[in-house]
């Protein structure tokens, strides 16, 4: 069973900045992608960053490019989201996810259906 923990949410003002880890366990973590998602109240969850199981290759939003990003230390089986400039839309619950195809080399990573573990997520609030 694969187990995903996510940490580093909280409050901060509009314009500053947080680092969100997610420490994974329970399968062979440098052979899969990973993502971040986010959840704000009364929306639907929505793609925010991947990135592959080699760390190669990133993807992200629009409405994050340039602001945020995404790295992995797999001898250390975390994914980090480094988010700077953050703003008010940036609020909202944030879950990692593990890809369900190892060693995947596409770049589809945009849609839920292609990660089979969450983590429970981590509250980002923004003040403006």
């Known amino acids: 069973q694969v187990q995903l923990v996510e940490s580093g949410g909280g409050l901060v003002q509009a314009g500053g900045s947080l680092r969100l880890s997610c420490a994974a366990s329970?399968?062979?973590?440098?052979?899969?992608?990973m993502g971040w998602f986010r959840q704000a109240p009364g929306k639907e969850r929505e793609f925010v960053a991947a990135i592959s199981w080699s760390g190669g290759m990133t993807y992200y939003t629009d409405s994050v490019k340039g602001r945020f990003t995404i790295s992995r230390d797999n001898a250390r089986n975390t994914v980090y989201l480094q988010m700077n400039s953050l703003k008010s839309e940036d609020m909202a619950v944030y879950y990692c996810a593990a890809d369900s195809r190892p060693y995947y080399s596409g770049s589809a990573y945009s849609s839920e259906v292609e990660y089979d573990y969450w983590g429970q997520g981590t509250q980002v609030t923004v003040s403006s």
């Open positions: 329970g399968r062979t973590f440098s052979r899969y992608g």
